[in-house]
């Protein structure tokens, strides 16, 4: 166990709508990544956040926003769901440092019908 | 951006045989690549990293050579058990983006007891 937790673990939602997905960090992490894994692929990075900061951002549009908390615990929104949102939504926390462990939590699967 | 190539994408051994592992990437600037294991239901797992300032490390079962000229990196696992069944990842980032980490497409091993 990473101590990193995720909730839901899963969620069905239809398309056009909004979800809000949760991290909470292991202790003592301040930074927190989240990723988008579908079926079959490699992970990939959506945002960072850093001190309650986003500190970088990959290719994903704007609909999909974030937050990071006083406690370092973070949310995920995905606005106007598309059916190709449907994947495993990833949290990870590490300490900031560009080669510092990441640990992931069990992740959140999304469909969208 | 970063690309991460991961080869093979499917790797069945017999038990105790060794499995070998190839990603390639492409950004000159990554400098720290991690490699996780991720289990059926189950978030990415850290096994094993490496920094671009070593050549190769090792633990227990499981190594890891890094050869910047060519930009490839391998994970070595020798005396392969069951229990090594999973999904393997590899993934690069750099100083200047702190644990945001591209990933390879994942390899399937199966170790056939």
């Known amino acids: 166990e990473t101590g990193v937790t995720q909730s839901p673990t899963h969620l069905i939602k239809t398309r056009g709508q909004q979800v809000t997905l949760r991290c909470s960090s292991q202790?003592?992490?301040?930074?927190v990544s989240w990723y988008q894994q579908a079926l079959g692929q490699g992970p990939q990075f959506i945002f960072q956040?850093?001190?309650?900061?986003?500190?970088g951002r990959g290719n994903f549009p704007p609909r999909f926003s974030g937050l990071q908390f006083p406690n370092y615990s973070s949310e995920l929104n995905v606005n106007a769901l598309e059916l190709d949102d449907s994947a495993l939504y990833l949290c990870?926390?590490?300490?900031?440092?560009?080669?510092?462990?990441?640990?992931f939590g069990q992740g959140t699967r999304l469909t969208v019908v | 951006g970063e690309n991460v190539e991961q080869h093979p994408s499917t790797l069945s051994v017999q038990e105790g045989d060794s499995a070998v592992i190839k990603c390639t990437y492409s950004?000159?600037?990554?400098?720290?690549f991690p490699w996780y294991k991720q289990e059926l239901g189950k978030g990415p797992q850290l096994i094993i990293d490496?920094?671009?300032?070593?050549g190769e490390k090792k633990d227990q079962r499981i190594a890891v050579t890094l050869n910047k000229t060519a930009k490839h990196f391998s994970l070595h696992i020798t005396e392969t058990q069951p229990e090594d069944s999973a999904v393997y990842f590899c993934?690069?980032?750099?100083?200047?983006?702190?644990?945001?980490?591209?990933f390879g497409t994942g390899t399937s091993l199966t170790v056939i007891p």
């Open positions: 990870a926390s590490s300490l900031p440092g560009f080669d510092t462990e990441a640990f």
């Open positions: 202790s003592g992490h301040n930074t």
């Open positions: 956040y850093y001190r309650e900061e986003e500190n």
């Open positions: 950004d000159s600037a990554s400098n720290y």
């Open positions: 490496i920094r671009s300032n070593v």
């Open positions: 993934a690069a980032s750099n100083g200047n983006t702190g644990n945001q980490f591209y």
